[in-house]
Structure formats: structure tokens, C-alpha cells
């Protein structure tokens, strides 16, 4: 069945220090959404990425959707702690409606 | 405005009974999804609801799962004859489509612990 995958699974970065977690999909994508979920806390919807090599940005937030429509990636720059939490892509193949989560990249922000 | 509540927050339950999970999505979300998220993992897709369409019911796990989403509004999860394997945060979330993005708005999940 369909995968996506994150890499790292932990990243632990020194306050101001750059950030970057990697998403790959076993099958072309229409999609991929990015979500950030805060420790005790719920999923919070981030971007929606839609065009191959699209790129996105929010702040200190950049996310790229691959040329092939199979990976993505989410670059934080000069974290803070604010930052701290669970970082999950997650993907949808045309003719669905069934978002598959990435295994997701947990990031610790020290002071 | 409020968001999508979930309710219990917490439920512990002995094994081989049989729990019902209750989701409230957003008023005027026509979609509702149903995930569980074990201890540090991902979230694993369980169930889709889209208006009056038959849901995608392609996640459950077993037979002993199943969901109602009556009036197109509230959502149950029911899970039937309780393992401990069950044990994990079960996420509703609603899907409302703002800007040309299909974004999920999460409720707070319940914990569910199977003893």
C-alpha cells in the first residue's frame, strides 16, 4: 500500500540553528498538506502544497513540493522554541480523499 | 467560533467491553475524517465521511470498528469487544475547503486506555 515517509524521526537544534525535515511518498501525489503538532496537543493544519516544484513560504517557514510529486520538504530557518513540536506531511493520491500521514519528525529547540 | 470537540477526553475501559467515541465537527463542514495516533507515532487514517456518500471505510482496522455520522453532522466511533492494542488517541477531524486548500481542523482527540 501507499507510504510516506519522514526523515529525521528526532532533530534536536540549538536556538537559531536551521531546520529541515524531508517527506518522500511511494506513489505520485495531487497533493501534500503539512501539519505541526505541539506535544500534549492536536494536529494544526500549516500549508497546502498543489503544483510540482511549488514553493511556499510563511514566515520563517519554506515548503517544497517535488518536481515528481513524490516528496516534500519543510526548511525552518533560525528556530526558535516556539518551533518545538511534531512536524507531519501528509499526502493525497488523485481520486481519493484519504490522506496518508508521514511518520512525522519530532524537533527540540534548546535555549 | 468553536472548534471540532471530541468527547470523552479520557476513557479507560477493561478489555472485551465495548466504547462509543463521539466527534463534533464544525458547523457546515460537509467532511469528517477519523484517525488514531498511537504513543510517538503517525497518524494512521481510520474512516472518511463526505456529505451523503457512502464513507470510505477502508481504514478500520477490524470488524470491531465502526462509524456513524448521523444528520451529516456528529460522528461515533464505536469499538467493539475492547483489546489492548486498541489503546491510543482516537483524532476526529473536519475538512473545509478556504482558499483553494482542503485544510483539516483537528479536535483534541480521546485517550483511550484498554486495561
Known amino acids: 500500500g501507499q507510504q510516506v515517509m519522514q526523515i529525521p524521526q528526532y532533530q534536536h537544534v540549538q536556538e537559531g540553528e536551521d531546520f529541515t525535515t524531508y517527506c518522500n511518498s511511494s506513489t505520485t501525489l495531487s497533493n501534500i498538506q503539512w501539519y505541526k503538532q505541539r506535544p500534549g496537543g492536536h494536529p494544526v493544519f500549516l500549508i497546502q502544497l498543489v503544483k510540482s516544484g511549488e514553493v511556499k513560504k510563511q514566515k520563517r517557514l519554506t515548503f517544497q513540493f517535488g518536481e515528481a510529486k513524490k516528496n516534500s520538504s519543510l526548511h525552518i530557518t533560525a528556530t526558535q522554541t516556539t518551533d518545538v513540536g511534531t512536524y507531519f506531511c501528509?499526502?493525497?493520491?488523485?481520486?481519493?480523499?484519504?490522506?496518508?500521514f508521514g511518520t512525522g519528525t519530532r524537533l527540540k529547540v534548546l535555549a | 467560533g468553536a472548534g471540532v470537540s471530541q468527547s470523552p477526553s479520557n476513557k479507560v475501559t477493561e478489555k472485551g467491553k465495548d466504547v462509543e467515541l463521539r466527534c463534533d465537527p464544525i458547523s457546515g463542514h460537509t467532511a469528517l475524517y477519523w484517525y488514531r495516533q498511537s504513543l510517538g507515532q503517525g497518524l494512521e487514517f481510520l474512516i472518511y465521511?463526505?456529505?451523503?456518500?457512502?464513507?470510505?471505510k477502508s481504514g478500520l482496522p477490524s470488524d470491531r470498528f465502526s462509524a456513524e455520522r448521523t444528520g451529516g453532522s456528529v460522528s461515533t466511533l464505536t469499538i467493539q469487544r475492547t483489546q489492548q492494542e486498541d489503546s491510543a488517541v482516537y483524532l476526529c477531524a473536519s475538512r473545509t475547503v478556504r482558499g483553494g486548500n482542503y485544510e483539516q481542523y483537528f479536535g483534541p482527540g480521546t485517550r483511550l486506555t484498554v486495561t
Open positions: 501528509a499526502g493525497l493520491t488523485s481520486g481519493t480523499y484519504k490522506y496518508i
Open positions: 465521511f463526505q456529505g451523503n456518500s457512502a464513507p470510505d
